[in-house]
């Protein structure tokens, strides 16, 4: 299982960036993903969890960033999204994608899969 994460950049304070991260199998393809979140680290601190969403669309946030960020999922393209508004420099980290219990078949058989991650997607919030 592969995540791919895109989407990170350098923002303004005040502006707003969309992160976007695509499941995918290669020789294979996915029939369902459980759990999908994004997590951050910034700099001296320990990875945290930004937004998680899970299947059936209940979804829960870091108390930091509530009103602010809105996670959602597109599961015909097993994508998740991650919209942040109102950014701050506070919210400049490394932000990673995971997906967890995923269904998925490769070569005709099926397999179940636990905590995968993306590779990881800078932003700075800046002036």
């Known amino acids: 299982v592969q995540l791919q994460a895109s989407g990170g950049g350098l923002v303004q304070p005040g502006g707003s960036l969309r992160l976007s991260c695509a499941a995918s199998?290669?020789?294979?393809?996915?029939?369902?993903?459980?759990?999908m979140a994004w997590y951050r680290r910034a700099p001296g601190n320990q990875r945290e969890l930004v937004a998680r969403?899970?299947?059936?669309?209940?979804?829960n946030y870091a108390d930091s960033v509530k009103g602010r960020f809105t996670i959602s999922r597109d599961d015909a393209k097993n994508t998740v999204h991650l919209q942040m508004n109102s950014l701050k420099p506070e919210d400049t980290a490394v932000y990673y994608c995971?997906?967890?219990?995923?269904?998925?078949?490769?070569w005709g058989l099926g397999h179940t899969g636990r905590n995968y991650w993306g590779q990881g997607t800078q932003v700075t919030v800046s002036s």
């Open positions: 969403i899970i299947s059936g669309g209940s979804t």
């Open positions: 995971n997906a967890d219990r995923i269904r998925y078949e490769r």
């Open positions: 199998v290669p020789s294979g393809s996915i029939l369902s993903i459980n759990s």
